[in-house]
């Protein structure tokens, strides 16, 4: 499966993005989907994760702030994160839980303070 993601830019400290990743094929059958997130220097991080049956799975550092959804029909996976803190400045990667597991490209993410 090839993931290619969508939504990132530059916002200020308090705003909102949404994130989209499109699968190439079906995502009904794949069980967990996510988001991760590496800032420069830093190792990549859970972000949020999102099981087929729709159970979710969020970071500390994000939850209440961010939601994660899935659109099987669709083929795709979004983030829609609110009230932006500079700290989640860094590039946002989509995740396919399948073997061997599947990244997107990457999408950058920059908050300004």
């Known amino acids: 499966v090839q993931l290619v993601e969508s939504g990132g830019g530059l916002v200020q400290a308090g705003g909102s993005l949404r994130l989209s990743c499109v699968a190439s094929g079906s995502i009904s059958s794949l069980n967990a989907m996510g988001w991760f997130r590496q800032a420069p220097g830093t190792q990549r991080e859970l972000v949020a994760l999102?099981?087929?049956?729709?159970?979710?799975n969020y970071a500390d550092s994000v939850k209440g702030r961010f939601t994660i959804s899935r659109d099987n029909a669709k083929s795709t996976v979004y983030l829609q994160m609110n009230s932006l803190k500079p700290e989640d400045t860094a590039v946002y990667y989509c995740y396919a839980g399948v073997f061997p597991p599947a990244w997107g490209q990457g999408t950058q993410v920059t908050v300004s303070s």
């Open positions: 999102v099981a087929g049956v729709g159970n979710t």
